[in-house]
């Protein structure tokens, strides 16, 4: 399984991002997909999660601003970003979970929000 992270960049606090990760290989039916991010010294946190039967959850500090989104038949999952806050600031990672074989991870993006 391989996993393709997409869309970091550098905005402005209050701005948008929208950050895509494409699956590839062998991916179960039962799954789920997440966004992490990490801060340097700091442990990395689940940011949102959705699974293939389109159950999300959130963290606390992004809910009403990030949504996650995916689309199954291209293995995509999505993170819409709004309202940024130079806090969210981090390097976001994607995370594949298969029921069957475990977890996989994207190579990072970063997202900078300056004030």
């Known amino acids: 399984v391989q996993l393709q992270a997409s869309g970091g960049g550098l905005v402005q606090a209050g701005g948008s991002l929208r950050l895509s990760c494409a699956a590839s290989?062998?991916?179960?039916?039962?799954?789920?997909m997440g966004w992490y991010r990490q801060v340097s010294g700091k442990q990395r946190e689940l940011v949102a999660s959705?699974?293939?039967?389109?159950?999300?959850n959130y963290a606390g500090a992004v809910k009403g601003r990030f949504t996650i989104s995916r689309d199954n038949a291209k293995n995509t999952v999505y993170l819409q970003m709004n309202s940024l806050k130079p806090e969210d600031t981090a390097v976001y990672y994607c995370?594949?979970?298969?029921?069957?074989?475990?977890?996989?991870w994207s190579q990072g993006t970063l997202v900078t929000v300056s004030s």
């Open positions: 995370k594949l979970t298969n029921w069957d074989s475990g977890n996989y």
């Open positions: 959705i699974t293939s039967g389109g159950s999300t």
């Open positions: 290989g062998r991916i179960s039916s039962l799954n789920s």
